[in-house]
């Protein structure tokens, strides 16, 4: 969280201080993505259901065709946000897919291969962080960079995000007409919440830009970045692929908790 200098404002604390360009999609996590044991329930006993067949081919990103479709509509019919199903391979549908190898227990590539196509085949699914938590809720999982967002009990978005780097930092910048110094830990505090205010489209803070934020705690806030990393980047808030912070704000209200639990290990 920033810790402001004397005189400044409590506003939005953390942003990203990259300008408008393209999603950064070569960063791939050092350390193994630990599995994960709950699974996605069975069909009810006596129920006809059609094995999920995955097309096993492999993919890179750039790919295009029917399996990058299968695989976006796949993705999206299990609470994932690949962005539309054009069967392109870009950079939403590789967030989407990250998200969904952490889930897995699969180290995150941009590589489309047989675990990823096994796991899409029989799915498990995020594990909950707070069991007796509130029916309608978002949960950060720091260890896993992920974020989960229920409705009525349901899991209805599940993204990879990117938390605070952890990393302490002062930055001169320009607020309020005049030149101000700020510091912080650029940590994203463990703890309950709820979401209170937001603004629409990119919203400019004292650290950077912010797309479609929503605030939970203090200056801290889910936003849409152009640079959502596999691994803590942010001053504090949690960064958003920005298909995905174009949905959230129909999807979460105010006074919604907010539950962010786990530490990532580098």
């Known amino acids: 969280m920033a810790l402001l200098t004397a005189g400044a404002v409590l506003v939005a604390g953390c942003g990203s ?7 950064a999609t ?6 193994p993505v630990a599995s994960v044991s709950t699974v996605v329930p069975t069909a009810a006993a006596g129920a006809a259901v059609d094995p999920v067949v995955a097309p096993g081919k492999t993919l890179k990103l750039g790919a295009k ?12 019919s299990l609470g ?5 199903a054009d069967g392109k391979y870009g950079g939403s549908t590789l967030t989407a ?25 029989n799915p498990a699914t995020p594990r909950v962080l707070v069991p007796k938590g509130k029916p309608t809720r978002a949960e950060v999982d720091l260890t896993k960079q992920l974020m989960v967002l229920y409705v009525d009990g349901e899991q209805k978005l599940i993204t990879h995000i990117s938390s605070g780097s952890g990393v302490p930092y002062c930055e001169t910048a320009v607020w309020q007409g005049k030149s101000q110094r700020f510091c912080g830990s650029a940590t994203t505090p463990t703890g309950n919440y709820k979401t209170t205010w937001r603004r629409d489209g990119w919203h ?11 605030f939970f705690n203090g200056g801290i ?5 152009l640079s959502v990393p596999l691994y803590p980047a942010s001053h504090g808030c949690v960064r958003l692929p920005m298909n995905v912070a174009e949905a959230l704000p129909a ?8 539950h962010v639990r786990g530490k990532f290990k580098r």
């Open 17 to 23: 201080a990259s300008v408008p360009g393209k999603i």
């Open 26 to 31: 070569s960063s791939i996590l050092s350390t």
């Open 65 to 76: 065709g029917k399996a990058v479709k299968w695989l976006q509509q796949r993705l999206t």
């Open 80 to 84: 994932y946000r690949p962005g539309k």
């Open 97 to 121: 897919v990250w998200a969904f190898q952490k889930v897995n227990g699969i180290k995150p590539t941009s590589t489309i291969g047989k675990k990823t196509w096994v796991a899409l085949e």
């Open 204 to 214: 400019k803070s004292y650290l950077g830009q912010l797309y479609n934020p929503i």
């Open 221 to 225: 806030a889910f936003h849409g970045a």
């Open 251 to 258: 999807m979460l209200g105010k006074g919604v908790p907010v």
